[in-house]
């Protein structure tokens, strides 16, 4: 049981340059989160992905589109990246909480991207 | 807008310290309440979480009781150990929505 895994772990782009972040988790959770971590900041919500075949924006989701492929990935596509989005990429997953108390959120080890 | 307000860090301790970080939260709903701890170059763990007024949360020797007449979810632990040292995040989540409200963390340094 992996968990929340993502890759890649580290990336380094040029202006305008485009790439796909990918995650996928094992947990048979419904609901899948990207976050970014900037210093200051703490952790500010891009999109999110309730159940498959869904997906909402979230807090900053100017620049990103997102997939849901299937109930386990959820990826993240930067389509013209920019120097304001380097940046630490979190996904994460949980039961979905509608009808009742939140579910724990369980992350993934991150993606570290800087763009020049 | 809902949002979490934590001590800024960052917190410097010697070993065996008591530790407090507070955190205050602004939600229209009834949120239930985590707090997340980040070792260098890891990413999120739950820590703790308490989903009504009065419930305390413990994991690990660290405490937090919701606390909903002063909007509050403080982090205790009475004897911090080195291997304490990370950043700690409090945040929150609303039934209307499933996705969490970080506060901004508190980075937290136990000297031996």
């Known amino acids: 049981n992996a968990g929340v895994t993502q890759t890649p772990k580290f990336q380094v782009l040029k202006t305008g340059q485009s790439m796909t972040l990918q995650c996928a988790q094992d947990m048979n959770h419904n609901s899948m989160y990207w976050y970014r971590q900037d210093p200051g900041m703490g952790l500010r919500l891009i999109y999110y992905s309730a159940s498959e075949g869904t997906t909402d924006k979230g807090e900053v989701p100017n620049g990103y589109n997102v997939s849901r492929l299937n109930k386990r990935e959820f990826s993240l596509r930067l389509e013209s990246a920019a120097p304001s989005q380097t940046s630490v990429y979190f996904c994460?997953?949980?039961?979905?909480?509608?009808?009742?108390?939140?579910?724990?959120?369980?992350f993934g080890p991150g993606t570290r991207l800087t763009v020049l | 807008g809902d949002s979490v307000t934590q001590m800024e860090g960052p917190v410097t301790l010697s070993e065996e310290a008591f530790l407090t970080i507070n955190c205050t939260y602004t939600?229209?709903?009834?949120?239930?309440l985590f707090w997340y701890v980040q070792y260098p170059g890891e990413g999120l763990q739950l820590l703790l979480k308490?989903?009504?007024?009065?419930d305390k949360g413990s994991n690990k020797g660290f405490e937090a009781t919701y606390r909903k007449e002063t909007t509050s979810f403080h982090l205790e632990k009475g004897s911090v150990q080195v291997s304490d040292s990370a950043v700690y995040f409090c945040a929150l989540s609303l039934r209307s929505q499933g996705n969490l409200i970080f506060g901004k963390g508190t980075k937290l340094s136990v000297k031996p």
């Open positions: 308490a989903t009504k007024a009065d």
């Open positions: 939600a229209t709903g009834y949120p239930s």
């Open positions: 994460a997953s949980s039961v979905p909480g509608l009808a009742q108390p939140p579910r724990t959120q369980y």
